[in-house]
């Protein structure tokens, strides 16, 4: 049985590295493509690849919306209908942007976000795909300071949010699809396929192949008369600057150690490189259909989803929102062969309800939870797992599609010469940080000024050597370039090269598999969300100085089923002497409604002192708050308070509160 199972992981192994060795290949091919037509004198162009495809699938479907239903119909657009409708949204752009013009998009995921996105790109303009969680300063700083000289006049917003844009966009124009003044997005409706079922009888799925052929039929009927009512003409040109390829496609926003968001330059090229990953390695084929409930303003789902879809030719299936109970009945009815995931979805998915029978050929995501692994892989049926690690900006992309439960990724160490990444041992002495990097840890470096490699299994900093001439290497940075400067290092291997910083923690064991470990500098993670202690600490300051004298924030992981979720946001603070009784009250309704903050952001826990201890040169100590964590006994003689949001308060954090934490009882 053991050496049965050894030859199974060789076999996988070898099929996992053929496929990495095909992803590099086309990665280097898309680089080639780029140079070419620069030489040429032209810029390429990522349309001209969606235009191929929608030639090709034509009245094939490639977007459905899930969890829409209306009766037995689906909201739904063939690759026809998004390029007739995306034609329509870059014409209405045409009089009212400039060749180059940034766009902001304020939408949450939809079919609409998509057919802008492509309408955006084709009036030549750049789309800013902005967070809907933000609100407030943070929202502003995205549709203004991060964008630098790229700043907008004009915004995109569905209508939930465009209220909250009008007050942070500074006299911009704020349009609504479908609503007077902004485009006309209308999508049809479709007969939904019955949920699938391993005890469907031969004459229901003779039925349902009855009714997709008599779908299709209508559909391309349907493509017919718009043909004939355009006299026979292909259609028009969508914009008069449909060829007017900038050199940025869209800017995805990620938080940075100053914890504002900062706008990563996505150019055509990384957008197509992008989904040629998921494409390649789900070995997605035009029949296939994937199901995403992740917002599409992020990359996992706004690049590697979209344009992979686009590549592999086949259907996006999109929910608005994530719904755990609906899950496994949304694949059922969509008959999704795969799947988007980010870590904590896995985790409240393992423990779903559900009575739908579903089997999944893939699940593409990151963040999986170790522990989770296995359980969620079993419950939906997943023949394949492929973890990925990467960053919005960044040139660090790894994948693990060998199937190695917890690894991020696999870079077999006689191939770093193919994918030059570099795991970089950090300074010893924690308190020496790299200016240049804003607070980042110091990386070892040895006599000749170089960096040190870490040994196998050996924490350390995740680097990738930049090369401006290949997608999968270049580093596009941020709008700001002040803070692209700050994630470039040099003299890494050799004197005067340039890697990325990734300010990740990761180990890379003797195969070559990586695991990821932590963030560095002042930032963590909470469900898929990068949090900055400063930005975090000054909006507290700001609108609760009555309350709080002085804080520190910082990021712990907490037990039980919250685990997987990445590390919670704790507040260490002095109270000032007359706050009132209520201050649990008073600072739970301050953080919710006034702070600024993303929800994602907002502090979970309280940690109650008299001083918060500083070096001499007035940087705060975290070390030993961030050994004690949540644990009331090492936290004592200082109390510990939770956010209920039941109580709509924090309320102290005893034994039974904490219990009632680690079972999930209580959310955070």
């Not at 752009?93 to 902001?104: H, M, R």
């Not at 690690?389 to 696999?410: D, Q, R």
């Not at 795991?423 to 002495?429: E, P, S, Y």
Request: proline content about 6%.
């Amino acid at each position: 049985m053991i050496l049965i199972e050894w030859a199974s992981f060789v076999v996988e192994l070898i099929w996992a590295l053929v496929d990495l060795l095909l992803l590099l290949m086309r990665a280097k091919k898309i680089g080639r493509r780029v140079a070419r037509e620069a030489r040429a004198g032209r810029k390429w162009n990522v349309l001209t690849e969606w235009k191929e495809r929608a030639s090709q699938r034509g009245e094939a479907p490639f977007l459905v919306a899930a969890g829409e239903e209306t009766g037995m119909a689906l909201r739904s657009l063939s690759y026809a209908e998004a390029d007739e409708l995306s034609d329509a949204v870059a014409r209405w752009l045409d009089p009212k942007t400039d060749p180059g013009e940034t766009v902001a998009m304020v939408m949450g995921t939809s079919c609409e976000f998509c057919v802008v996105l492509l309408g955006v790109a084709k009036a030549g303009c750049r789309a800013a795909l902005i967070n809907v969680a933000l609100r407030g300063g943070p929202l502003a700083h995205a549709l203004g300071e991060a964008l630098g000289d790229r700043r907008p006049r004009l915004a995109v917003a569905d209508a939930e949010f465009a209220e909250a844009t009008r007050l942070s966009f500074g006299g911009g124009l704020v349009v609504t699809p479908n609503v007077a003044g902004g485009p006309q997005l209308v999508l049809p409706l479709r007969p939904a396929p019955r949920p699938s079922s391993s005890s469907s009888s031969s004459s229901r799925r003779d039925d349902d192949d009855g009714k997709r052929r008599a779908a299709r039929w209508s559909r391309r009927c349907a493509s017919w008369i718009r043909h004939r009512r355009r006299g026979g003409q292909q259609t028009t040109s969508p914009s008069r600057r449909q060829h007017q390829a900038p050199e940025v496609f869209a800017y995805v926003y990620t938080s940075g150690t100053t914890g504002l968001p900062k706008a990563a330059k996505i150019s055509p090229a990384r957008a197509w490189a992008a989904g040629t990953c998921l494409a390649t390695l789900a070995r997605l084929k035009p029949n296939d259909r994937v199901y995403c409930a992740l917002p599409l303003y992020h990359a996992t789902a706004g690049l590697l989803g979209f344009w992979g879809v686009v590549r592999g030719g086949c259907c996006l299936v999109l929910r608005r929102k994530f719904s755990a109970s609906r899950f496994a009945t949304d694949l059922a009815v969509s008959r999704a062969t795969g799947c988007l995931y980010v870590g904590e979805m896995a985790r409240y998915l393992v423990d779903a309800p559900t009575n739908s029978v579903v089997g999944l050929r893939f699940a593409f995501g990151n963040g999986l939870p170790r522990d989770a692994w296995d359980a969620f892989k079993r419950r939906y049926g997943i023949r394949r797992i492929i973890e990925f690690y990467g960053s919005t900006e960044g040139n660090v992309n790894l994948f693990n599609n060998a199937g190695v439960t917890g690894a991020c990724g696999l870079v077999p160490r006689p191939f770093l010469w193919l994918y030059p990444i570099f795991v970089a041992k950090l300074q010893i002495d924690a308190d020496v940080v790299d200016e240049r990097a804003t607070g980042a840890p110091q990386l070892a470096r040895d006599a000749r000024g170089l960096c040190i490699a870490a040994k196998p299994n050996e924490p350390g900093e995740l680097l990738g050597r930049i090369d401006v001439a290949d997608p999968s290497r270049s580093f596009d940075g941020y709008a700001d370039s002040v803070a692209t400067r700050r994630k470039v290092i040099t003299d890494v291997k050799r004197s005067g090269d340039a890697y990325f910083r990734s300010g990740d923690l990761v180990t890379m064991d003797r195969v070559g598999f990586v695991y990821f470990l932590d963030r560095t500098g002042d930032t963590f993670r909470w469900k898929g969300e990068n949090v900055s202690t400063v930005e975090l600490q000054r909006a507290v300051l700001d609108v609760a100085h009555h309350l709080v004298v002085e804080t520190v924030a910082y990021g712990v992981r907490v037990p039980g089923k919250n685990s997987g979720l990445g590390k919670c946001g704790v507040l260490a603070l002095v109270l000032q002497p007359d706050a009132p009784p209520t201050w649990p009250i008073d600072l739970y309704a301050i953080l919710e409604r006034e702070s600024g903050l993303a929800p994602f952001a907002v502090p979970r826990f309280l940690r109650l002192v008299n001083h918060l201890p500083k070096t001499v040169t007035h940087k705060y100590l975290k070390n030993d708050f961030l050994s004690d964590g949540i644990d009331p006994s090492r936290c004592r003689p200082d109390p510990l308070y939770v956010r209920d949001p039941n109580l709509q308060a924090f309320v102290p954090l005893t034994d039974d509160a904490l219990a009632r934490v680690a079972s999930g009882d209580l959310r955070l």
